[in-house]
Nanobody
Framework: QVQLVESGGGLAQAGGSLNLSCAASGSSLSLYIVGWYRQAPGKQRELVATVDNYAATEYGWFAQARRWTISRDKALNTWSLQMNSLEPEDTAVYYC?????????????WGQGTQVTVSS
């Protein structure tokens, strides 16, 4: 059983920055891909950023536009998301995500979510 624990959410002002972290624990972890998704009220969950075992990254358009950065420490099973140039529309619950398995097949694991609120 994989457990994901997020930290670092909270309140920021527009134009500010926040850093989110996620730590995975469990026996015999084999995480092929890790990252973050978010869900704002009344909207669908959407991709923020992911990074796989080959260090290939994928970003949501807003994360790419604002040059957010995902980083990963495979040895420690932790990853972080540096969010800059935050805007009020970034307000959402941010979910830590991990795909346990291989590129061919992996099981999705989710954290409980951390609230990010950006004030104007």
């Amino acid at each position: 059983q994989v457990q994901l624990v997020e930290s670092g959410g909270g309140l920021a002002q527009a134009g500010g920055s926040l850093n989110l972290s996620c730590a995975a624990s469990g026996s015999s972890l084999s995480l092929y891909i890790v990252g973050w998704y978010r869900q704002a009220p009344g909207k669908q969950r959407e991709l923020v950023a992911t990074v796989d075992n080959y260090a290939a990254t994928e970003y949501g358009w807003f994360a790419q536009a604002r040059r957010w950065t995902i980083s990963r420490d495979k040895a420690l099973n932790t990853w972080s998301l540096q969010m800059n140039s935050l805007e009020p529309e970034d307000t959402a619950v941010y979910y830590c995500f991990a795909g346990e398995g291989t590129w061919a097949e992996y099981v999705e694991q989710w954290g409980q979510g951390t609230q990010v609120t950006v004030s104007s």
